[in-house]
């Protein structure tokens, strides 16, 4: 979030892979700035208009940060639903001994989602098992943050 912004943009039209990651790039700058509704607003526009350019884990990875703009943004939790698909699951599935915070966004979406405690257990008892062993600090920083985020969620949730 230091880095200059005349460095970040969003392309006008998504028309090959450099337009793709311009595009992924300022949409995680204005999250660290904590503009979450125009994160929203761009990933919106970028899947609606995206012309075929977009890879499936192009799309996930879109998906993945309009979560997190829900998640940080305070945001009524269940628009996630509206975005979650099978491929996106099975994209979190697979990459999530990799990326250990795709670990969490399964726990979040199967306990405050699904309201599965029991399979919300088995992806926290997943990422409990690498967190320790994991090179990608960052990745596990972030983990924890939405751990610690969809706990509270939850707590507030059993209080009313």
Known sequence: KDID????YIPNNISNSMDVTMAQLYI?????????QEAINCI???LKNENNILSKADINIFKIQLIGCCLYGDYNIEIISEYW??????YLDLM???IPHFLAINYLY???IEKDEKKAKKYLNEYNKIKTKHPDKESIEEAEKIIANV???KNKSYQH
């Open 5 to 8: 912004e005349n460095l970040f």
């Open 28 to 36: 995680d700058y204005i999250c660290e700035k904590e503009q979450y």
């Open 44 to 46: 919106n526009n970028v």
């Open 85 to 90: 698909d099978e491929e996106l699951k099975k």
């Open 96 to 98: 999530g001994n990799f």
């Open 110 to 112: 199967s306990l405050l």
């Open 151 to 153: 706990d509270e969620r």
